[in-house]
């Protein structure tokens, strides 16, 4: 079989790898020193020091942007998740372009190719510190998709792209013209070497971390039907994290079958064989999975009481098929994004979230029954946690000197964000763990 062009980039980077001796120079004391890794069992579940874990956690992609401006903030805000017994956290550790750039997440990890901001180096040192100092985990993504990170657009702007065509909100077709843009990543060899560098800068730096529960490749990437190059990367990416001497476990960080065609056909046969074949690579770890009912055409907030049953239906016939490909491949499944909208699609913190709460209610549930049936679920992440931040003015994206909301800034604020004032949805928050913690207790109990 003829192996891609792009196919010995890992292995031409490691040798300059080891030359330049990985600098991982954690600033924290202690950082790296800790034993215990995350790991995947025989059964596909995951564990540390040979005990099974499995999480109830929240994406918090703002975190280092939180460490930077304000870690009292950051901090307080980790003892509240620790509060309500979240122990998984997803961030983003990798930003990359101009500060200036239409919908970005300012200021960038590395604003120019090959150039990283040092501060914001020292912010993920922060983050990494409060969360061990508070025995929270992170997935931590290494690139993204979406035009808010940067990302693999702005890898291929760099390498001799043309300019990168950024969408206008809500426009479908738009999108679509950024995706195929952002999809040439994958036949580059130039801009994966560039992403590679980042890999060894964010990588080799915390390779020995062991409360990062996983490296993920990118945060929602799309094929963009370029699979035999889209695969030729994930073998690399995940190789070269390997060869960095990373302990963690290797995440994609897919939205699952979605992200292969229409998700309104949540048991598309091409569809699933599309992500097992992505997930069967060996170099990935476990199976990512997202939920997103109303931007997959699921749910309809205006239209609640026509549309929720029928949303519940797809939730259940996406996740089983899911975790059947997950048990089938002996890997565990982790649901890295879930999110929902609040009562009528409003965007204000003090509307309403009955909907959105039975809807948590109803995955939690959905994960627990498979969990009993024998399927390998470990984790499921809310989309995502505002905490204590709400936006000066709903519906508004986030630009540079706004608060740091859940929703970055492609999304309006207030869209999907979980406030600290929501009680109820922290109360669901909570009982989740609860009965969580509950059945590991028992399970670490048995003989």
Known sequence: MKRSVYGSFA???LLS?????????CLFRGCGQQPGFFQRRLDGSIERNHRPHHFVGVNFWQAVHLALEDDSRLRAEIQELKRLGVRLVRIMAATE???ESPWRLAPTLQPELGKFDRDLLVALD?????????????IVS???????????????????????????????????RFSEYVARFYQSRSAQIAYSRTLQKVVGRYRFEPNILAWELASSPLPMTRYTEYRAWIRNSSELIRALGAKQMILLGSAGAAAHGDPRDPESAETLKQFRLDHSIK????VTVHLHPDRWGWFNPKRAGETYRRTLELTETYLRAHAKIAKNLGKPMIVGEVSFPRDGGSHSPRSGVKTRNAYYQKVFGLLESLRKEGYPVSA?????????AEPKTSGDSWKPGDVLTGDPPTFPAGAFSVYGSDESTLKVIQTAAQGLESHQETSNAAP
């Open 11 to 13: 292995r031409v980077l």
């Open 17 to 25: 790898t080891l030359m330049a001796g990985m600098s991982s120079g």
């Open 126 to 138: 922060k983050v990494f510190g409060i969360l061990k100092m508070e025995g929270l985990s992170a």
């Open 142 to 176: 290494l690139t993204g998709f979406a035009p808010w990170t940067g990302g693999m657009a702005q890898y291929v702007r760099w390498t001799g792209g043309s300019l990168i065509p950024y969408p206008a909100k809500d426009s479908m077709e738009e999108f679509h």
């Open 380 to 388: 499921a992440l809310l989309w995502s946690w505002s905490g204590r």
């Open 283 to 286: 170099g990935i770890d476990g």
């Open 97 to 99: 372009g101009p500060n």
